[in-house]
């Protein structure tokens, strides 16, 4: 069992898309997927621009944030972060995790290309901001699967 996490700021907006992707886009029943926010309060729900654009692409998000906990942390195979930023606090906050703790962009490009770009934050934004993020999200997801399938 392979079990993601997703984490960025408030899990209101690119995590809870990149989770809404996997999920859509995973076809093995051994990877499970959350997410979660350095910063986030629980039980909130995603911003409704994100709800829209997953929607324009056919994938439904009922999604409430979550506060990244140790549990969470733990129950982790792989933690994914949205910015080195988020890298840096996930393993600040809980450093016996940053053995298996990367930026999404990090984990899913060649080593060789030095990839290190973050995934632009459209909180607040409008709507084609979050297709935006959403369309950088879908990329990296795709090449998540692939790597987590094989």
Not at 9 to 19: F, K, L, Q, V
Not at 50 to 69: C, F, M, P
Not at 103 to 121: H, N, R
């Amino acid at each position: 069992m392979t079990n993601v996490l997703f984490v960025c700021t408030g899990n209101t907006c690119r995590s809870p898309m990149a989770e809404a992707l996997l999920k859509h886009g995973k076809s093995s029943d051994h990877i499970q997927v959350k997410s979660a926010g350095v910063f986030a309060v629980d039980g909130y729900q995603a911003s409704p621009n994100a709800v829209e654009a997953l929607r324009e692409k056919g994938i439904s998000s009922n999604h409430q944030s979550s506060g990244l906990t140790a549990e969470l942390a733990d129950w982790a195979t792989i933690i994914l972060t949205m910015t080195n930023q988020h890298k840096q606090s996930v393993i600040d906050l809980y450093p016996h995790v940053g053995r298996k703790t990367y930026t999404l962009t990090e984990y899913v490009s060649d080593p060789e290309e030095g990839v290190t770009q973050d995934i632009s934050d459209p909180f607040g934004g409008p709507l084609p901001m979050y297709r935006q993020t959403l369309t950088d999200l879908e990329k990296l997801i795709e090449k998540l699967i692939l790597k987590l399938e094989k």
